[in-house]
């Protein structure tokens, strides 16, 4: 019998904050965290000069030049999200944690990009002038998982995810499966990424980013009919899974339970999204939580304001749906944070189903006729209760990945 998993830790930095009550004010005050980049003005070729940027954070003492060498900003802002979600979780020094019973299911788009430009400088220049010690530990996708688990001396399974924008999506539900079959008692998962110009210019070469440069405020506007691509973000989230028994046992404080996950693969193109598998990966999830989709109060969408990606991800929608399901987009307020989006996402829906509200997406007016005719929260809060909420990731490449989420009720312990 598979085993019953549960959010009992949660860790952020993001554009919006880095703790609940701070970001639920942002989200309430209905404006976006995007800015312009200066420093992305010499960039020859790059037509975006958009991003929202991680809010500030402190590091505590033992974040030492010798302890942090071998990280890179995005292995930074992993490293502390998941020591605040193991603070949050109340496991902090506690022997679960190294000894081989918890592990780490961890991703990001990439590497640091500086330390993947000191490799090309190798690769081009010839030379090993800018090649470090360091270079390769940083510039590896695995980064953000290693240096979770050298940080903290976590000792359990580790499982990478470098699967663009479903990175950290796909690492919360390989970590829910490996507690489910009991190959961990518990998981630290989540995602990271660093917002930089390389990251927007791979978006930027498929005239996939906005160039509303003198507009901050106005984009992103996912599935709004004058919208005009997607704005990066940056940031870390980190999800700590445990196993219903256990967290019980030792009264944890309970987020959430995760009861449902589906990923999948187009298998047919890297940018043109099928909406039959996206609508697939929904189904998967819904399947595996043993759901019927009238049972979903509120859908997170991956809502990226591109062109092809509302539309696809609309029609799968609906597919699965119909048009009454409540639907908004997160990247509106924070931008594309690609690697952490799933987390971020994960974490802001639990919140605000835990609350009985959701926030709409901002920049929305006109939805686009293009996009299949869903229930979009715009223009004001919508006050729902529901115990179940949905939360979709679609990536370049054409990876899939769905959650389902059910607000923790102590006294409802029976089946799902």
């Known amino acids: 019998m598979k085993r019953r998993v549960v959010v009992t830790g949660i860790g952020a930095i993001s554009p919006l904050g880095h703790d609940w009550p701070t970001v639920r004010e942002h989200l309430l005050s209905m404006r976006n965290a995007v800015a312009y980049i200066p420093e992305w003005d010499v960039v020859e070729g790059l037509h975006t000069r958009l991003g929202a940027r991680a809010k500030p954070f ?45 592990g780490v299911a961890y991703g990001s788009s990439m590497g640091e990009p500086a330390a993947i430009g000191d490799m090309a400088s190798l690769i081009h220049l010839k030379n090993t002038s800018r090649f470090k010690d360091t270079t390769y530990r940083r510039m590896v996708p695995e980064t953000t998982a290693l240096s979770v688990c050298d940080f903290l001396d976590v000792r359990g399974r580790v499982i990478t995810t470098s699967s663009a924008c479903t990175s950290s999506s796909q690492a919360i539900g390989y970590a829910f499966e490996s507690i489910q079959n009991g ?102 999830a819904l ?63 639990i919140s605000m189903m835990n609350e009985g509200w959701f926030a709409p997406t901002v920049n929305l007016v006109t939805p686009d006729p293009a996009c299949a005719p869903l229930d979009y929260i715009q223009g004001a809060v919508r006050h729902l209760n529901t115990d179940l909420v949905m939360t979709n990731n679609f990536a370049f490449g054409g990876l899939n990945t769905s959650l389902i989420f059910r607000r923790w009720r102590p006294q409802g312990l029976g089946p799902v």
């Open 58 to 102: 402190d590091l505590p003492a033992h974040y030492t030049p010798e302890a942090t060498r071998q990280m890179g900003r995005l292995s930074i802002m992993a490293t502390r999200a998941s020591e605040l979600a193991l603070a949050d979780a109340g496991l902090t020094g506690h022997a679960l944690v190294n000894g081989g019973q918890m």
């Open 183 to 284: 190959k961990q008692i518990a998981m630290l998962a989540g995602g990271s990424d660093q917002l930089d110009a390389a990251d927007a210019a791979v978006f930027d070469t498929l005239f996939a980013t906005s160039t509303q440069n003198d507009k901050p405020g106005s984009t992103p506007a996912p599935f709004e009919s004058t919208r005009d691509g997607l704005v990066l973000g940056e940031g870390a989230c980190t999800l700590v899974l445990e196993e219903l028994a256990h967290a019980l046992a030792r009264g944890a404080t309970v987020h959430a339970e995760l009861v449902g996950f589906g990923t999948n693969s187009d298998g047919q193109h890297v940018t043109n999204p099928s909406p039959a598998t996206m609508a697939r990966a929904m189904e998967l």
């Open 287 to 349: 399947e595996d939580a043993g759901l019927q989709p009238s049972n979903i109060g509120y859908i997170n969408a991956h809502g990226t304001a591109t062109g092809q990606g509302d539309p696809a991800e609309a029609e799968a929608t609906h597919r699965v749906f119909g048009g009454g399901t409540p639907i908004s987009s997160l990247k509106s307020y924070m931008g594309h944070t690609l690697g952490a989006s799933g987390s971020l996402e994960a974490w802001m829906t």
